[in-house]
């Protein structure tokens, strides 16, 4: 009559491992303490009853005892914080070179687009063995990327990207589920991880018509919307060279500094004014409502990879071939 | 000193006046008490009904008994219900109100009236969202996250909001009235050190409600005004920011759940006491307790909020001091496991409903030591992990504490006794319904099932399916007293003033005690839980 019944989730990614030891021994110490506490309370409470024991004893209490019941728990206490942030730095910081997803939450739909080209919807296709960082961003209210198998969970924010990742080790199909309350169709928010092996991920990745990778996706936005006109790749543009930008610090007006992330670059297209780079004027017009949340993706994709693949082929202050403005 | 038992004739707050006016326009804290208790046990039931409407959904995967957006907002009932309308002001305004001028010696709170508008604010506030939930309803969950609830969604908010926002004074005032008696009204004799543990647990919870309440006040101000006029506080694309609000609202709510476990605590130290017939083992350590774990519990908002973007190093801070938080937490455990030791422990009702507690709440703090580990918080974040834990500590520990206190104080408040074989068999079955209800969930949400799902996958149906039996029989255990304690009101044996040999000041005057609640004020010369001088047989004598 049922299906089945699992008590335990799958483990498919390496962060599965980590999480489940630590998981496993602060069942131990839970358990321990509970029985502790739940034989101690039955001995004493039956050992003296008043059947059996007329008059109470009175005790006053005793420092020493106190200091080793709130010592004991004290120390296993920091190991568990320890061993619980050690773990959270493992899964905070994504590995260099981790292949890039982006993934866009919406009332109720995932979205991903990989740098190839490909775009899923509610279904995402990644290979095994292979380290995958989210770059995540709504498109409305706070949605949350959780893969069970994988232990891995991070909020999705509107106007921010924010990222996860992980690195699947089985392949196979798992559920990716929201877990951020978003809304009407909230529980309806589920997709499915699908991990295959390389060779199939690859052939995966070239079935299919694609319109071409997603930095050039962006490059052509780019171009549409007439941002080249001023991001030019020389030092002449109304507006800062974007070529090899992404991902440094940048001096801002009024002195601040922020690095040049996802988050910065998305807003600088969408409310160019909150953060301008110092030595220019606040003259960018702002593209809320022209540019689509893909397309500020895609356009995010390609002012990295300005950096990525310049970066190592020419000097600072010798601005490419007009990669941006001409074409 | 006395004489002998009064008979029950004589003049009491019960009897003292009559009418519905006389009731509505009563200044006694023991009155209000009452108003206060028949006010939450009607909105305990409601969101009880939700509760099982829920657990119903639940049954099937599919979501066949309620369409989704009908879910929403039954769960929204359900959680905004218990939280704001029930476990806040369950003991703090019941039996707070009730016993802290009767346990310091004081005629009455500090400000009568003031406590009298409380509980109308709080049925205004009560009424307000009702009515928001009757017209429309809400769906944004009890937490109110942004954007969802400022721009998204299209229900009641901005009325639900404004009734919570209501209700927020009423336990403004109640803290505020607690703490001034505590530091005013003591009876001569009754210092700090003599205090019984109840109050030092009450005052610390009013601490909380006093400094906490009015931030959360604000921050639902704030949802209905960009609600009404989008003034980009909390939208992003309106220049806000969004996880400015979770900030604001776990800076309340977050301590607030100690504002729903300490008064529990408080509850379980008099039982303890009087059913081992013992003072509680470190009585400066348990009173400490309670003001470290108010003080603490503001420290830990962010806890709630590691996944949401904060940043690595915050996130390690929020988690160290939440295990910090923890020990004080587990230093009363151990008290009063050691109070039983060499005790005369009696199996009476309120006890059974004691042990009931202290293993429940053991479980759910434990379980949240796996919630302050961050590499684990990750994971089971928003699951149904999540959902057992806080069951655990406000259901488990807090509804415990509640009713354990309403059976132990019953025949000082009613002057009657309730049936006690009835009222073993309703803690027996609250406690088996209850692990059965929640123990599940603990699997379920390591297996990954998100909360607020009226959907879910097939392979979590079996433990669901549990769940909800467990449910079925918990809702048995809790209409039980409902029925038996008003049957007692007519049936039940005469108590006299102290029924169980209990040594707070609020057994040495008649049940139910007289208006004034001393026919003289108490001069305090002994310790709180004077239990070696109370002999077995028959109990201090009532004041003359
Ligand atoms: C028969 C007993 C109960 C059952 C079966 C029950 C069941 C549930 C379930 C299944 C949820 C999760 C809803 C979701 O996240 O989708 C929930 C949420 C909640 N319950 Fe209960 N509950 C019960 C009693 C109580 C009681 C007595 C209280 C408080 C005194 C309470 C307080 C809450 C709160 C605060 C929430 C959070 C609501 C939210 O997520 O928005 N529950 N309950
Ligand atoms: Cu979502």
Same mark, same amino acid.
Not at chain 1, 288 to 304: F, N
Not at chain 2, 95 to 110: C, I, T
Not at chain 2, 320 to 327: D, N, P, Y
């Given at each position: ?30 358990? /321990? &303490?509970?029985?502790?506490?739940? #034989?101690?309370?039955? @001995?004493?409470?039956? +050992? %003296? ?95 949350? /990327? &959780?893969?069970?198998?994988?232990? #891995?969970?991070?909020? @999705?924010?509107?106007? +921010? %990207? ?70 030019r790749s020389d030092t002449q543009g109304r507006g800062p060279n974007l070529v090899g930008a992404f991902g440094k610090p940048v001096i801002l007006e009024d002195g601040r500094t922020v690095v040049a992330d996802e988050t910065y670059v998305r807003e600088s297209i969408l409310n160019p004014g909150a953060k301008v780079v110092s030595g220019f004027k606040p003259i960018m017009p702002t593209f809320e409502g022209q540019v689509s949340e893909e397309g500020l993706v ?30 | ?472 029989i918990l809702a048995v255990g809790y209409v039980l007293p409902m029925i038996y304690f008003v049957w007692s009101l007519r049936y039940g044996k005469i108590a006299g003033p102290n029924p169980w040999n209990a040594a707070g000041l609020e057994w040495r005057t008649s049940s139910p005690p007289p208006t004034y609640n001393f026919e003289e004020t108490p001069i305090v010369t002994w310790e709180a839980y004077n239990y070696d001088e109370i002999s077995e047989e028959k ?6």
């Amino acid at each position: 009559m049922w299906p089945n019944l699992p008590l335990f989730p799958e483990r498919a990614s390496t962060l599965a491992g980590r999480v489940d030891a630590l998981y496993f021994f602060l069942i131990a110490v839970a358990l /321990f &303490f509970t029985t502790l506490i739940a #034989v101690l309370i039955l @001995v004493f409470s039956i +050992r %003296y009853r008043k059947q059996r024991q007329l008059k109470a004893k009175q005790i006053e209490g005793s420092l020493a005892l106190e200091l080793t019941w709130t010592l004991i728990p004290l120390s296993i206490a920091m190991v568990m914080f320890v061993w619980g942030s050690a773990v959270f730095f493992y899964q905070a910081r994504p590995p260099r070179g981790a292949m890039e997803i982006y993934a866009i939450g919406k009332q109720w739909m995932w979205k991903f687009q990989h740098v190839e080209g490909q775009r899923e919807i509610n279904e995402l296709h990644i290979p095994v063995g292979r380290d995958v960082k989210m770059i995540m961003t709504s498109q409305d209210v706070i949605h949350s /990327f &959780f893969v069970p198998a994988f232990r #891995v969970k991070a909020d @999705v924010l509107p106007s +921010r %990207y924010t990222s996860t990742w992980f690195r699947a080790t089985t392949p196979g199909t798992y559920h990716l589920f929201c877990a951020e309350y978003c809304g009407t169709q909230h529980s309806g928010m589920i997709g499915r991880i699908v991990v295959m092996e390389p060779s199939a991920y690859e052939a995966w990745l070239g079935g299919g018509g694609t319109e071409g990778s997603l930095s050039a996706t962006g490059q052509k936005l780019f171009q549409e919307l007439g941002c080249a006109t001023c991001h030019r790749s020389d030092t002449q543009g109304r507006g800062p060279n974007l070529v090899g930008a992404f991902g440094k610090p940048v001096i801002l007006e009024d002195g601040r500094t922020v690095v040049a992330d996802e988050t910065y670059v998305r807003e600088s297209i969408l409310n160019p004014g909150a953060k301008v780079v110092s030595g220019f004027k606040p003259i960018m017009p702002t593209f809320e409502g022209q540019v689509s949340e893909e397309g500020l993706v895609s356009l995010v994709a390609y002012i990295k990879s300005l950096s990525q693949t310049q970066q190592g082929t020419q000097k600072q202050n010798e601005p490419a071939a007009p990669v941006p403005a001409g074409k | 000193m006395a004489t002998t038992v009064q008979p029950v004739e004589q003049q009491n707050y019960l009897n003292s006046n009559y009418g519905i006016k006389s009731w509505l326009l009563t200044t006694d804290h023991k009155r209000i008490g009452l108003l206060y208790l028949m006010s939450i046990t009607l909105f305990f039931f409601l969101g009880g009904f939700f509760a099982m409407l829920i657990r119903l959904e639940l049954l099937t995967p599919a979501s066949d008994l309620m369409q989704s957006d009908n879910y929403n907002k039954v769960f929204t009932m359900h959680g905004i219900i218990m939280v704001f309308l029930f476990l806040i002001p369950s003991i703090p305004a019941v039996l707070g109100n009730f016993l802290v001028p009767l346990m310091v010696g004081a005629k009455d709170l500090a400000f009568p009236k003031i406590n009298l508008a409380s509980w109308y604010l709080f049925m205004l506030g009560g009424v307000v969202a009702l009515y928001g939930m009757v017209t429309g309803g809400v769906d944004t969950g009890w937490t109110f996250y942004t954007p969802f609830s400022t721009t998204y969604s299209n229900t009641n908010v901005v009325t639900v909001a404004i009734g919570v926002f209501i209700t927020g004074f009423s336990s403004i005032f109640t803290g505020l009235n607690i703490m001034v008696t505590v530091h005013r009204m003591r009876a001569p004799g009754m210092t700090w050190g003599r205090l019984p543990l109840f109050i030092w647990s009450h005052y610390a919870t009013s601490v909380i409600m006093v400094l906490g309440t009015p931030v959360i006040a604000i921050t639902l101000l704030l949802v209905a005004l960009e609600r009404l006029f989008h003034i980009g506080i909390f939208n992003s694309q309106l220049g806000g920011d969004p996880l400015l609000f979770q900030h604001l609202f776990w800076f309340y709510s977050h301590p607030a759940v100690y504002i729903m476990i300490l008064p529990s605590m408080a509850v379980i130290s008099e039982i303890v006491a009087c059913y081992s017939r013992k003072r509680i083992f470190g009585y400066n350590f348990v009173a400490l307790a309670s003001v470290a774990i108010a003080v603490f519990g503001f420290l830990v908002w962010a806890h709630h909020m590691f996944v949401a973007g904060i940043s690595v190093y915050a996130a390690m801070i929020f988690s160290l001091l939440s295990f910090l938080v923890a020990i004080p937490s587990a230093v009363k455990v151990f008290n009063w496991t050691a109070t039983l030791y060499k005790g005369s422990v009696h199996f009476d009702t309120p006890m059974l409903y004691a042990f009931g507690f202290i293993g429940l709440f053991t479980i759910g703090g434990l379980t949240g030591l796996f919630l302050a580990s961050i590499g684990i918080d990750v994971h089971v974040h928003d699951t149904y992990f999540v959902v057992a834990h806080f069951h655990y500590i406000m259901v488990g520990g807090a509804v415990m504490g509640y009713l354990g206190g309403l059976h132990f104080w019953w025949p000082k408040i009613s002057g009657r006794l309730y049936p006690e074989g009835w009222a073993k068999l309703s803690a027996l079955l609250i406690f088996v319904g209850f692990n059965v209800t929640f123990f599940p969930q603990f699997l379920l949400g390591y297996l990954g099932m998100p909360r607020r799902y009226a959907a879910y996958p097939e392979e979590f149906q079996v433990l669901n399916v549990l769940s909800t039996a467990g449910a079925s029989i918990l809702a048995v255990g809790y209409v039980l007293p409902m029925i038996y304690f008003v049957w007692s009101l007519r049936y039940g044996k005469i108590a006299g003033p102290n029924p169980w040999n209990a040594a707070g000041l609020e057994w040495r005057t008649s049940s139910p005690p007289p208006t004034y609640n001393f026919e003289e004020t108490p001069i305090v010369t002994w310790e709180a839980y004077n239990y070696d001088e109370i002999s077995e047989e028959k109990g201090v004598e009532v004041a003359g």
